[in-house]
Every structure is written in structure tokens, then in C-alpha cells.
């Protein structure tokens, strides 16, 4: 059993606290958030912690120690349950009781180890599928060369879409890193959604043209760790550099209808659903410049790059992020920017 969890469960007998959350206990529930790696949010993870307190609650009772309301703590619980970490007890009353944490958390861990293994293994599967296109030098895969052929592959893809335009972006970039025919096609009904790459919002002018682009329609979020380049249009048509090294010969692929472009759609959709949401609600509890840092702080980028995308020092921004820090209830960065994505505030 963890530490702190014995920490809490030691003070709460001392004192012979069975059926109360003092202060000093709930403040020490609030505070630690170690699950998140393991799919478990901040919040769901501190109703884990006063359930664990008590052994068995019903959500008033946890909603009490935890000062919000029933109804967010009855669905923390519920998705708690779908991780196997709390059952549900018999009866008509909602009451719920901890499964032990050393096997709950293990089977957890293993369950994202399994999913991880399962992306590994399609990453692999869309090589295979890759080099055998290139070699097989099959109809469904075209191979271009040049960066104004890749150009003016990426307009012709946009320009025939009618429904939506998926891509991956990160830098290089072959021509420029505007994207006009975007707004265009955005006026006559086509879906944009964008994952992009924290290396692409720190390249001159890149952040304020997606900003545009989202005044205009356009879904984007930020993905760490992108290693390729993509746009699919109506998910029938493909194109993807086959190299990231745009200072020699530019070569890509057009992909039409194939198990490797269903494959492709597939690692998007993967990544889509992995990324952070770059653009915020209509009403943002949160400054326009806190709202702007916090996202690049999700983005993965490092304390000098915000600081120079914002036109900050850096010990302002800093500052601002202490201050945020305390706003949010969280105990570091990443923390925060969990926190402020799972309130939609980013």
C-alpha cells in the first residue's frame, strides 16, 4: 500500500477519526495526485483517496470531505469503478467500498501497459504496410518529388475535399508555414482538425496563424512527439512526406484508398484523441495571456520559448505560473495544465 495512503489511514486511527475527514486529512487528499500516468484523473484520484480513508461511503459522504458536490463525486466513482479501482455494495443506497490498492492499481498498470503495446504494434503493422507500398511500387501509393510538388499536392488535396481535412503538422516546412487555402475552404463547410507538434508553435508566426484559424472554425490540439507529417482529405486521399529532412530531395507519398491509408486514419484518429485541445470556451475563466500560457505549458514547451512567444521575461512568466499554480490547487505544471484541460479552460 502506498505511503501516503498508510500516512492518511495511521492519522485517521490516532486520532479515532471512523467516520469523519478532518481538515488537515482532506487538505493532504486534495493535494497528492500521482495517478494520472495511469489514466486516472486528478479529481477521481482524490475521491480514491477519502474512499480509502473510509473503507466504504456513499457520495454524500465523500462529497462532504471533499467540499463539492454528490453528483461529481458519484461520477468520479463511476469511473473509478470501471478501473476496478472501488465496488459498488449491495442494496438500494449508493455505497461504495476501496479495493485493495496494491492489486487495483496493478491491474491498472497493466491494462495501460497492454494498450501501449497495442500502439506499438500498429506503429509497426503501418511500417510493414509502408515499405511494401514503396516497394511494391503499388497504384494506391504515388511517390512525388520536390518541395513545390509537395506544395502543390497539399492545395489540390484541400482544394478537393467536401467534408473535412485531417492532418498532423510539424515542422519543417517545404514552402511556408501559412496555410491560406484553409480560410477558404473553411467558408464553404469543409472540418479542419489539426494535431500539431509543440516544435511547430515555437517557429515564427505559427502560433498567431493557428490562432486565426481557430477564430474561423478550425479544431487544433498539441501533440508531444509527433514523428510524421499527414493531411487526409475525406479520408480517401493522403499525402505524407516520406522524409523529415527537407534540405535534400523532398519525396512524398499520395495515398489513395488502401489498408495503409486505413491505417494512417487509424494512428490520427490515435493521436487526436491523445492530444490537448488548443482552442477554449466561449467563456474562459481564465485571462486571454493565462489561457495562452497554459496551453503552450501543455504543449511541452520549455520556460524560454513561452516566455518568447508572450514577449514575457521569463521570471514574469514564472511568476504567473506560481500564481496559477495556487489558483488551480495544483502542486506543479503538469499538474495545472491536467487540471485546467479537464475543466475545459484550455
Known amino acids: 500500500m502506498p505511503d501516503q495512503v498508510i500516512g492518511i489511514q495511521w492519522s485517521r486511527q490516532r486520532f479515532g477519526l471512523a467516520h469523519c475527514c478532518p481538515w488537515h486529512i482532506r ?8 495517478l494520472t500516468a495511469a489514466g486516472v484523473d ?15 461511503a456513499a457520495p454524500a459522504e465523500l462529497a462532504d470531505d471533499l467540499s463539492c458536490s454528490p453528483e461529481r463525486v458519484a461520477r468520479a466513482l463511476d469511473r473509478l469503478r470501471e478501473n476496478g479501482l472501488v465496488g459498488r455494495l449491495a442494496g438500494t443506497r449508493r455505497r461504495y467500498a476501496a479495493i485493495e490498492p496494491g492489486a487495483a492499481l496493478e491491474s491498472l498498470v497493466r491494462s495501460r501497459t497492454a494498450d501501449l503495446d497495442a500502439v506499438r504494434a500498429a506503429a509497426g503493422e503501418l511500417s510493414r504496410l509502408f515499405t511494401t507500398a514503396q516497394q511494391g511500387g503499388s497504384e494506391q501509393v504515388e511517390v512525388i518529388t520536390g518541395g513545390e510538388a509537395l506544395g502543390r499536392w497539399f492545395v489540390r488535396l484541400q482544394q478537393e475535399a467536401r467534408e473535412e481535412v485531417i492532418t498532423l503538422d510539424r ?4 514552402l ?11 467558408t464553404r463547410g469543409v472540418r479542419y482538425r489539426a494535431v500539431y507538434a509543440p516544435e511547430a508553435l515555437e517557429w515564427p508566426g505559427v502560433l498567431g496563424d493557428i490562432r486565426e484559424l481557430v477564430a474561423h472554425g478550425e479544431q487544433a490540439r498539441v501533440l508531444p512527439g509527433l514523428r510524421i507529417k499527414l493531411a487526409i482529405a475525406d479520408r480517401r486521399l493522403a499525402l505524407m512526406p516520406l522524409s523529415l529532412d527537407f534540405t ?6 499520395v495515398i489513395r484508398p488502401s489498408a495503409l491509408l486505413d491505417g494512417l486514419i487509424d494512428y490520427w484518429e490515435l493521436c487526436w484523441r491523445t492530444a490537448t485541445p488548443l482552442d477554449a470556451p466561449a467563456e474562459d475563466p481564465l485571462s486571454e495571456e493565462d489561457r495562452q500560457m497554459l496551453t503552450l505549458l501543455v504543449s511541452g514547451l520549455k520556460d524560454e520559448a513561452i516566455a518568447r512567444q508572450l514577449g514575457w521575461s521569463v521570471r514574469t512568466m514564472r511568476r504567473r505560473i506560481s500564481r496559477l499554480h495556487e489558483e488551480l490547487g495544483a502542486a506543479n505544471r503538469f499538474q495545472a495544465g491536467v487540471i485546467a484541460a479537464r475543466r475545459g479552460w484550455i
Open 171 to 174: 515542422p519543417p516546412y517545404a
Open 42 to 56: 486528478p479529481f477521481d484520484e482524490s475521491v480514491y483517496r477519502a474512499i480509502l480513508v473510509r473503507h466504504t
Open 248 to 253: 535534400a530531395e523532398v519525396r512524398a507519398a
Open 27 to 34: 487538505a493532504k487528499i486534495l493535494v497528492m495526485s500521482q
Open 176 to 186: 511556408t508555414t501559412s496555410n491560406p487555402v484553409e480560410a477558404t475552404a473553411l
